[in-house]
């Protein structure tokens, strides 16, 4: 019941957005056949199925997603909100069931979906990206797409990621990053390289001005 609450809460809120695709980002959605791995921040993740199902599944329903969630119990609800979105939840991070859950992902990516992941999720620090992207990228051999927003107006919880939550009739602008792409032999040196360049590219497309 709380998840079907929340579903309609997010509905309902987002119905009153007005998004944006700024200069250079016309192409979202329209990145052909190629599935892709969705890297966005923990504290953007209040749109992000919205998003998804807006600009990604509308222009091509046959696309299907499967999006990691904490092993947690707060991960719990989550899950079933995903699920409430057409979303495949796969359980785990990088303290619980981080390696099983890899490889489930990996599974869901050779059935032919999209992968989604919050790079310093569950728990921080915010801002930083961990390694799970990168494995995650080597794995499957799907690009990672950093992909961030800016909501204005907007309120700012008092948690670890300092989520956001937008205000009825705010603007959501859209921001994408150029693909990255993670090699199956790459060595760990170039993996640090690959994971600051996304950390570089996801606080960059997260500044405001």
Request: charged share 20%; glycine share 2%; with cysteine.
């Given at each position: 019941m709380v998840a079907r609450a929340v579903y309609l809460l997010i509905q309902s809120l987002a119905a009153t957005l007005r998004f944006r695709l700024p200069p250079g980002s016309e192409g979202f959605g329209r990145q052909g056949t190629e599935r892709l791995i969705?890297?966005?921040?923990?504290n953007r993740l209040a749109l992000s199925l919205i998003l998804y199902n807006r600009?990604?599944?509308?222009?091509?329903?046959?696309?299907?997603?499967?999006?990691?969630?904490?092993?947690?119990r707060d991960g719990g609800l989550l899950a079933h909100v995903l699920e409430l979105f057409g979303v495949r939840p796969i359980r785990g991070s990088t303290s619980r069931r981080g390696p099983q859950a890899l490889r489930e992902l990996t599974?869901?990516?050779?059935?032919?979906?999209?992968l989604a992941i919050t790079p310093d999720g569950p728990r921080g620090p915010v801002?930083?990206?961990?390694?799970g992207a990168i494995a995650l990228g080597q794995l499957t051999g799907l690009p990672i797409l950093p992909v961030s927003?800016?909501?204005k107006p907007r309120l700012e919880l008092r948690s670890w990621d300092r989520f956001q939550?937008?205000?009825p009739g705010s603007t959501c602008e859209i921001r994408l990053g150029e693909l990255v792409r993670v090699p199956r032999t790459t060595t760990e040196e170039e993996r640090n390289r690959l994971r600051l360049e996304l950390e570089t590219t996801l606080r960059k497309l997260s500044e405001e001005g």
């Open positions: 969705f890297a966005i921040w923990h600009f990604i599944r509308r222009r091509d329903p046959t696309r299907r997603m499967a999006a990691i969630v904490s092993a947690s599974t869901c990516a050779e059935q032919g979906l999209d801002y930083t990206v961990q390694y927003c800016i909501l939550v937008p205000l």
